[in-house]
């Protein structure tokens, strides 16, 4: 791996922070970590000019680590200010021995990309290292990258999300169809938007259709259109969502909601672009990109028989997996901060600020509802705040609990245990369609222990027919078992 140049700078007053980063960085075996020392700027950006020429030559560092003793504030505004003049893009990574939340808040909007509090932990500061390391063999940063193709929307700046972004101009320059895949909340619509507007139908109409939101017995009709005189009440000719996304791009997400017919006639239409409206006597043609989303494991329900494996292959030939947001941690922060700001001008109300303290409960929370999910709770946290910065008690999560003073360790692992006891039994049950035997042998447990778990927590489950769990079900059941035990 190329070498990654680090600026390592003091204010002076923390020459302990300054050695123990330098020592860390000179233990890591690798040897792909260059700290280069440099004395903090006095003399304005021209001083800051000549110690980056000396000490890099024309290629600016690719990380610069800013070492801080007390009154933070004052000692970085002339560092932030050369910065941005000479080296725009350089992420800036604190390492404080001290600092409030009001200082903390200021350095961020400055620019600081992360911070770290002495005592420096050699891992903490590697890991944070390697992260930036990361990012800085990606060729063009995050910004750049979107500044290029036009797709300044997407907030974050994680390795995922950016490998999933670098993949749209290739799928939007092919015609063939996608199939973009991804938990709830994941932005498939938003990706699918922005394949469509970077091909060459981008003047053409984007249609987006959620076929879990049509009536069964309706979905052909809004798809395919009808003849006057097609069915009772069919008074007039009526042109489907296929017609009027003529030339362009027809997004169906939750594809995996079509009935068995409709995706027999949709097949038919992906073959040769042709299709018969209801109650139509003649053809009809329409030249459209299909682009198809879904929460479900497709492959799944093809062996179940819930869906037609010959539409499966049709549509899944450019394949697009988004990563859910647990997997993009780092992206939380900057996802929070961009909602706070959307939701606080709609309500024309002051910029709310987020403390340290509320980015790190959302950073430890799962995120099962993904990005959907965290603006819903920021946008709550900005209606409910009574101060310009919101608090760790302003975001609400769902399935936790503040701890209160009153409240002992006992109680509270209590409580969460039997949270997760009810939680994990209702998964279980519906996943077995209500089959006590069959859950009972999933969970491990006798029957009669099982029985009386179930009388526990007051759960009556009626049996059902059993439904294909789809993949991150069975995985999520899968590990709550191993705690379970």
């Known amino acids: ?6 600026l390592l700078m003091s204010d002076g007053g923390a020459t302990g922070l300054m050695l123990s980063v330098r020592d860390i960085c000179g233990r890591n075996r690798s040897g792909d970590f260059r700290v280069v020392e440099a004395p903090w700027p006095a003399a304005g950006t021209s001083d800051f000019s000549s110690i980056l020429l000396r000490n890099f030559g024309q290629t600016p560092p690719h990380l610069a680590i800013l070492c801080l003793s007390q009154n933070v504030r004052e000692r970085t505004e002339l560092f932030f200010e050369c ?3 000479h080296c725009r893009e350089i992420p800036v990574l604190l390492a404080l021995e001290s600092a409030d939340e009001e200082e903390l808040l200021a350095l961020l909007r400055r620019g600081a990309v992360d911070f770290m509090f002495a005592p420096l932990r050699a891992h903490e ?4 290292l390697r992260r930036w390391q990361r990012a800085a063999g990606n060729g063009d940063s ?3 990258l979107k500044l290029k193709l036009g797709l300044e929307q997407f907030v974050g700046e994680s390795q995922a999300l950016i490998a999933a972004i670098r993949q749209i101009p290739k799928l939007a320059r092919c015609d063939a169809g996608v199939f973009i895949t991804g938990e709830t909340g994941t932005g498939k619509e938003m990706f699918a938007r922005a394949i469509h507007y970077l091909s060459p139908r981008a003047g053409q109409p984007f249609i987006p259709v959620n076929c879990g939101a049509i009536p069964a017995d309706l979905v052909e009709n809004e798809l395919f259109g009808h003849d006057a005189g097609a069915f009772t009440g069919a008074t007039s000719t009526t042109r489907g ?3 009027d996304a003529d030339g362009g791009t027809l997004f169906l997400d939750e594809i995996d909601s079509l009935p068995l017919p409709t995706q027999v006639k949709l097949l038919r239409f992906l073959q040769d672009k042709t299709y018969r ?3 139509a006597r003649k053809m009809c043609q329409a030249d459209i990109r299909v682009i198809a989303a879904s929460n479900a494991d497709l492959e799944m329900a093809v062996r179940s028989g819930g869906f037609r494996s010959d539409l499966f292959y049709r549509i899944n030939v450019l394949p697009l997996a988004l990563p859910p947001l647990r997997e993009r941690k780092e992206d939380i922060a900057l996802l929070a901060r961009h909602f706070a700001a959307l939701r606080s001008r709609e309500l024309n109300s002051p910029a ?3 403390s340290p303290a509320a980015l790190q409960k959302l950073a430890f929370y799962d995120w099962p509802g993904n990005v959907r999910e965290l603006e819903n709770i920021i946008q709550r946290a900005v209606v409910l705040a009574d101060q310009p910065v919101i608090r760790s008690e302003d975001v609400i999560l769902p399935g936790t609990a503040e701890i209160t003073t009153s409240e002992s360790f006992k109680d509270m692992k209590a409580e969460l245990i039997l949270r997760f006891e009810r939680s994990y039994l209702q998964r279980l049950l519906t996943l077995h369609a209500g089959n006590i035997t069959r859950a009972a042998r999933a969970a491990n447990k006798n029957r009669r222990a099982f029985w009386q778990l179930l009388r526990k927590h007051n759960l009556q489950f009626q049996r059902t027919t059993p439904a294909a ?7 999520r059941i899968r590990m709550d078992k191993v705690w379970f035990h």
């Open 1 to 6: 791996m190329e070498q990654t140049n680090i």
């Open 83 to 85: 910065a941005r003049k």
């Open 125 to 128: 500061v590697v890991l944070r």
């Open 142 to 144: 995050a910004s750049q």
């Open 241 to 243: 969502l296929i017609h």
């Open 277 to 279: 409206p209801l109650g």
């Open 352 to 354: 709310r600020e987020l």
């Open 469 to 475: 769990p789809s993949a991150v079900e069975e995985r």
